[in-house]
């Protein structure tokens, strides 16, 4: 039996319906507890009850991507550590990778709460937390102390954002600062410009502003004797045409690859009526919504990218991820790395291990030898 679907959920989210947030904040706390390099024998103490039980290894799963080795494909998203307090523990929940932030340059407490609802009818989650984090420099001294100790089992990535403060005009600079700050403790990185709860920020995904961004980035990255990853994260909600106009400043700009995608705008087909904590239909609220919505749609543009690009641009697939099945849907469509957030709230700590379990099957299943050979054999 599953514990954590059993008795923790149901008491948590309807017994005592504990505030969403305050979970979040509960959990990131103690693994920041855990973990603080003067008192190393906490981590120790962590690891060895943790121990290996929610892990999977097998050879089939690894991949070799842009410079990097992933031991199995599912990473957590961005959003969950916001400030890398967990960064050396995530692959203890049997994650291949983990993505950081999204950090802005500017520390910020974003959006006024309460900002995390829950909506459990449609397995999803309504956010419009705005970036609250703690800012790039206050990230980079962490992750110093960290590393200084030891460095992580998994390729760390570190998302980026732009300040609510800086003006849409002056949004290279404040990319490339937390860019310059972070640049030695990430293993890839991202430039966040599809969340819709900053003001304006998915303007930025046009083409000419979003290439400033890009051009300013990879200048910087370019003086490195080993480049790093650079992903752009892109909104569900964008059009056809627009999503082909970043599959070409992808190529331009010698991107690693595309995440696909953040968290949609669209209320369509939600069986939520009212938000409870508000009193308002989830029609009126903002934020963007994440879990089972997203599914579908992120599918297809996971399959559109791929077949655009002739499956040489490498897709991070994320968005409505609960189980094996949805996994391999995201990496037969295309999808080389998939990751996870809402779908792990709900499933609990042995979601990794189902789905990468399922995957084994499926491989085997049809035949193949890894799972960089089911990347996308159904589009």
Request: charge should be neutral; aromatic fraction near 10%; proline fraction near 7%.
């Amino acid at each position: 039996m599953d514990i954590y679907k059993a008795v923790i959920l149901p008491f948590l989210f309807t017994l005592i319906k504990a505030d969403p947030e305050w979970l979040h904040g509960g959990l990131i706390s103690s693994l920041d507890w855990f973990l603080q390099p003067s008192h190393p024998y906490r981590a120790i103490w962590l690891k060895s009850f943790v121990g290996d039980s929610l892990c999977v290894h097998d050879n089939r799963l690894k991949q070799n991507l842009f410079g990097l080795n992933f031991p199995n494909p599912l990473g957590l998203a961005a959003g969950f550590d916001k400030d890398g307090m967990g960064s050396h523990f995530w692959s203890r929940f049997g994650f291949g990778f983990a993505e950081l932030g999204t950090v802005t340059y500017h520390g910020q407490p974003g959006n006024p709460p309460p900002r995390l609802f829950r909506l459990p009818m449609d397995l999803a989650a309504l956010n419009r937390m705005g970036f609250n984090n703690s800012g790039a420099a206050a990230m980079a001294a962490r992750l110093t102390a960290l590393y200084q100790q030891q460095l992580p089992a998994i390729p760390i990535g570190i998302n980026l954002g732009k300040s609510k403060i800086t003006p849409l005009e002056a949004a290279a600079t404040d990319y490339l600062q937390s860019f310059r700050l972070l640049k030695n403790l990430g293993d890839y990185f991202v430039v966040n410009v599809s969340s819709p709860n900053t003001p304006g920020l998915r303007s930025l995904q046009d083409g000419a502003m979003l290439s400033q961004i890009l051009e300013v980035i990879q200048t910087e990255n370019s003086i490195q004797n080993q480049p790093k990853p650079l992903f752009v994260k892109i909104a569900p909600d964008l059009e056809w045409e627009a999503i082909v106009d970043i599959i070409n400043l992808a190529q331009t700009y010698k991107l690693a690859g595309i995440i696909a995608t953040n968290t949609t705008i669209s209320r369509q087909g939600l069986k939520t009526q009212v938000i409870e904590k508000t009193g308002n239909p989830p029609q009126v609220e903002a934020g963007g919504i994440s879990g089972l919505p997203l599914r579908q749609p992120s599918t297809e543009i996971i399959r559109f990218i791929y077949k655009q690009s002739q499956g040489q641009i490498p897709i991070i697939g994320v968005g409505g991820i609960f189980t094996a099945e949805d996994a391999w849907e995201k990496i037969t469509a295309g999808a080389s790395l998939i990751q996870v957030y809402t779908g792990w709230i709900y499933e609990g700590p042995m979601m990794a291990s189902r789905i990468l379990t399922g995957l084994l099957a499926k491989l085997q299943n049809h035949g193949l030898g890894s799972i960089g050979d089911a990347v996308g054999i159904l589009t």
